[in-house]
């Protein structure tokens, strides 16, 4: 039951600052449009980094209410898709060379948490 009650908060917990991610990137585009350049448009353009610090904060809550195998079994599966982000960067670097469009870093995270729920999801089919 303890397991239960752990992932329902961290869902709460992770969605809720998702959510308000969501909402504050939107609302600094909107309004970062209207605004000259200088110190307060990109004040107003790092604002979603606090709901973002928010998620952090609810992932490390999340290891730390964890037992020690299912923490291990997550860091593992971090640490594969990492490797699995680092390879497809580093092919994509050279590809880049060969003429295809550079990516924004913004593409890294969006790779490493697709790979990390992709491997979480294989390696629970593969292991019953």
């Known amino acids: 039951m303890r397991e239960q009650e752990a992932r329902r908060r961290y869902f709460i917990e992770l969605s809720s600052a998702m959510v308000l991610y969501v909402v504050v990137l939107v609302g600094s585009i909107v309004l970062a449009k209207r605004m000259e350049e200088g110190l307060a448009r990109s004040l107003v353009l790092l604002a979603p980094v606090v709901p973002l610090m928010l998620s952090i904060w609810a992932i490390v809550r999340q290891f730390a209410r964890m037992d020690e ?42 790779v490493m948490g697709i790979s990390w729920g992709v491997i979480a999801m294989l390696r629970n089919v593969f292991a019953k």
């Open 69 to 110: 195998f299912v923490r291990l079994q997550s860091l593992e599966n971090f640490a594969i898709a990492a490797a699995v982000t680092a390879g497809l960067s580093f092919t994509y670097g050279f590809l880049e060379s060969a003429g295809l469009p550079r990516l924004s870093m913004f593409w890294v995270w969006g």
